[in-house]
């Protein structure tokens, strides 16, 4: 393959396009070891200089024509440490020289792997292998001692279609390169192949946003991961122009075409920089022959960047869940952490804020303001974005010095060490904090630049973000424009839903509840015993057994004296206690354990416990009380070791002695009844309580109809 067929491949696809005028933020000179004569260009990093392609023969320039073959292409290097000149460069090594097209080039990070382009066949009748059949594949080799071997060809290389233009990520892991493979979009695209357990897979289209119906070649890509390539179908300044992008998750920033004079009207291509330097060398035919240009920029060049997101520090926070409350006797109270509470199912919380916070929901007493029953914990942290962040006026005023202001960017695992302003008005400026005065009105995209250095590794990061700021013409403008602006109801989400807000801890009643729980009245949880005789105990009034309970988990006593499957069954004995001079008394959930009172749960659970059910008018038992109760007895042997309460109340309706007497002997009934059916009498326990222990206010016919009920209380034998 000649000389212009290669550069057919390499540079030749063009499409003029309408020029747009720049300011000049480079500044370009010729590489002093470009030659007049020759091309030279794709140039690459390599230890203490500049590895590059052309076609200067290594010999005499007597080789040299001008004709249209201008000779095969190779592989030269050149120290750029001293004083530099076209002459001093030469032939990279021997190794890798053949008859045909070598390079460009790309090298492994640490300098001892080469992957480069070159002719697929090399060896044999030079006429023969001279066609347009011999396509460009990438190569392989290996740096032992000074040599370079075990050269051997990339798996993809294929005889029908150039593969050319290698590019190793920094990582070594991704190698890019350009193709005109017919899956493409157009005659060239950027391809990746991806090393993965051992081996290179299949090539990879970049996508649509990359590639277009024209050619896109010359990938690079820095250790900041701003990927560079060269396109004549993207909108351009003429002939092949450099654009700059950057991987976003799976896909890539859209394009962005770096100024002149980098960018001209003829081809530009094979650019190389530093993510941490504003300088690099890029290759043009802008001159009688390619040359590589040497560019530097007096401006941090930081090209891409994405529309600030404000930190949110406001939340809307509800109660959903199956566990209701009466609210005319109690209320939600939430606790933020942060010295602030606010009543209610659904409230709005602004943070003061980052920060770690508690935040509870507490069920609390109106009348007494104690706490009843907490049902929610969150334990949050509130971030920043991670992101550069822009602290300024949103509006300003022509001639007004504005503040901006980047000491909130929060870029967590690096280090600022760099802070660039691009104001939208041509001006620049550096610095953490810069005032900035706009001589027209308008809208400007503010853009503050970052280049970022990692706290563990050497890798340098740029990063940019933009902010709008409209300037006004005067003071009544700025006020006329803000009083007429529509009010805008931000639609908040569920505080958990916020990608800024990490929930390290959640704790919810709701969980507990779809499980086999209950809900317990506890006047104490300690991790010291209690005698059940104290004097702490004395109050509790007569008609309330206390139960004690150890969780050997998490090593406390508990102290109960009653409890229900509703939460607001609850509530008239946690009453009672706190009038009783227990204050701290509250109700917690609590999850039974033991199977026998798990499935004893599930049965009351799916019967109806109300005596109006289980007794008829002449106080005996129905049909339906019946089949429960043969359930219980079935429970009961199937656990020999418990004993059970039969625990039997009324409303208040009518003398208090007589329902009392009513519900002794409806328990006592149901104590025969499992007695007949074979249970000891031993194991029974028959409890009339009457009136005196509601769950129900009593107020209405369904609260006394809840209180005419039965509980079945486990005890060991």
Request: glycine content about 8%.
């Amino acid at each position: 393959m000649n000389f212009k067929l290669l550069l057919i491949i390499l540079i030749s696809f063009t499409l003029n396009q309408l020029s747009t005028g720049q300011q000049e933020t480079y500044t370009v000179t010729k590489a002093p070891f470009s030659s007049k004569k020759y091309d030279e260009f794709c140039p690459v990093y390599y230890k203490n200089g500049i590895v590059f392609s052309t076609n200067r023969q290594s010999g005499s320039l007597t080789n040299y024509s001008s004709s249209q073959d201008r000779g095969q292409v190779k592989i030269n290097y050149i120290d750029t440490t001293g004083k530099v000149a076209w002459r001093k460069s030469g032939l990279f090594s021997k190794s890798l020289k053949t008859h045909f097209n070598d390079g460009p080039v790309t090298f492994s990070s640490r300098g001892d792997t080469i992957y480069y382009s070159r002719n697929l066949q090399v060896d044999g009748n030079y006429r023969q292998l001279s066609t347009l059949r011999n396509k460009l594949g990438i190569f392989r080799a290996v740096l032992e001692g000074e040599k370079w071997t075990k050269i051997h060809e990339m798996g993809f290389n294929n005889e029908w279609y150039n593969i050319t233009m290698p590019c190793l990520s920094p990582d070594g892991k991704r190698l890019y390169f350009a193709s005109d493979r017919p899956d493409g979009y157009g005659g060239a695209d950027i391809y990746y192949s991806q090393w993965r357990n051992g081996y290179w897979e299949d090539p990879v289209n970049l996508g649509p946003l990359v590639n277009t119906k024209g050619n896109e070649s010359y990938p690079f890509i820095n250790n900041a991961g701003e990927f560079f390539f060269s396109s004549d179908g993207h909108e351009g300044l003429g002939g092949k122009d450099i654009f700059v992008t950057k991987q976003q998750g799976t896909g890539w920033y859209p394009p962005v075409r770096l100024d002149a004079p980098v960018n001209s009207e003829f081809d530009d291509f094979g650019i190389i920089t530093h993510a941490n330097k504003n300088e690099g060398y890029f290759s043009s035919n802008r001159g009688k022959t390619i040359d590589i240009f040497r560019f530097n920029s007096d401006l941090l060049q930081v090209w891409l960047s994405e529309p600030q997101k404000e930190n949110q520090y406001c939340f809307t926070i509800s109660d959903t869940g199956s566990i209701q409350i009466d609210t005319l006797r109690l209320r939600y109270k939430w606790d933020f952490g942060d010295d602030s509470k606010v009543y209610g199912t659904n409230v709005r919380h602004c943070f003061p804020g980052p920060g770690r916070y508690s935040i509870n929901l507490d069920i609390t007493d109106r009348r007494t303001g104690n706490l009843f029953f907490r049902k929610l914990t969150y334990d949050i942290e509130i971030v920043d974005n991670d992101q550069p962040f822009i602290s300024s006026p949103d509006y300003a005023i022509i001639g007004e010095a504005v503040e901006f202001d980047g000491l909130k960017s929060y870029c967590p695992g690096y280090n600022v060490t760099g802070y660039f302003w691009n104001f939208g008005d041509g001006t620049t400026e550096y610095g953490e904090r810069v005032n900035h005065t706009f001589g027209e009105s308008g809208e400007y995209n503010v853009r503050l630049g970052l280049t970022l250095k990692s706290q563990t590794t050497v890798d340098v990061v740029k990063r940019a973000v933009t902010k709008k700021v409209i300037v006004f013409r005067s003071e009544q403008d700025r006020a006329s424009y803000i009083a007429g602006r529509p009010v805008v109801r931000q639609n908040l989400t569920d505080i958990r839903h916020f990608e800024n807000v990490k929930v390290n801890g959640l704790y919810s009643a709701e969980t507990d509840f779809s499980r086999e729980a209950v809900f317990q009245v506890v006047l104490l949880s300690s991790r010291a015993k209690t005698n059940l005789y104290s004097t702490f105990f004395r109050n509790v009034p007569a008609k309330y057994t206390v139960k004690e309970l150890f969780d050997a988990e998490a090593g406390t006593w508990s102290y109960i004296v009653d409890e229900q499957m509703n939460l607001m069954a609850t509530y008239p004995a946690y009453n009672e206690m706190v009038a009783s001079g227990h204050s701290d008394a509250r109700v917690r959930i609590f999850i039974l354990k033991d199977p026998a009172e798990k499935e004893l749960y599930i049965l009351e659970k799916n019967n109806s416990l109300l005596t109006d059910t289980y007794f008829d008018a002449n106080n005996s038992l129905t049909t339906r009380a019946y089949i429960m109760l043969d359930q219980v007895v079935m429970l009961m042997n199937k656990y020999p070791g418990i004993g059970l309460e039969i625990g039997v109340h009324t409303d208040n309706q009518g003398v208090s002695s007589n329902n009392l007497s009513l519900s002794q002997s409806r328990a006592q009934v149901i104590v025969n009844y499992m007695i007949n059916r074979g249970i000891s009498s031993k194991r029974l326990t028959a409890k009339g309580y009457g009136g005196n222990r509601p769950i129900a206010s009593n107020t209405y016919p369904t609260d006394r109809r809840l209180n005419r009920r039965i509980d079945f209380t486990i005890f060991n034998k």
